[in-house]
Nanobody
């Protein structure tokens, strides 16, 4: 499966962006999906994950209430709506997929499929 992340860009603090992750080569309807980010010189960090049917969702504390993960299996796409962005949200954002019926995963090494990343820059 190939994942294509898009939607990044430059936004002012307090603004919003919606990232998309679209799959080709196979359906995502049987996959748990996750969003991660990596700032320069830092390790890749978990942000949010969603189960294959959308009924199981988990966020890391730093984005709870600001970021929303969702999915449209008919469009083979997962989204990350990001609101109230802060300069510290600046990073390359990655989507990832793993075959799973309902569980969600927060550890990068558990995801075999990754998108190429999309850069989000939040100016102060």
């Amino acid at each position: 499966v190939q994942l294509q992340a898009s939607g990044g860009g430059l936004v002012q603090a307090g603004g919003s962006l919606r990232l998309s992750c679209t799959a080709s080569g196979r359906t995502l309807s049987s996959s748990a999906m996750g969003w991660f980010r990596q700032a320069p010189g830092k390790e890749r960090k978990f942000l949010a994950a969603i189960g294959s049917s959308g009924g199981n969702i988990y966020y890391t504390d730093s984005v709870k209430g600001r970021f929303t993960i969702s999915r449209d299996n008919a469009k083979n796409t997962v989204y990350l709506q990001m609101n109230s962005l802060k300069p510290e949200d600046t990073a390359v954002y990655y989507c990832a997929a793993r075959d799973s019926k309902s569980a969600v995963f927060t550890t990068p090494s558990l995801y075999p499929y990754w998108g190429q990343g999309t850069l989000v820059t939040v100016s102060s």
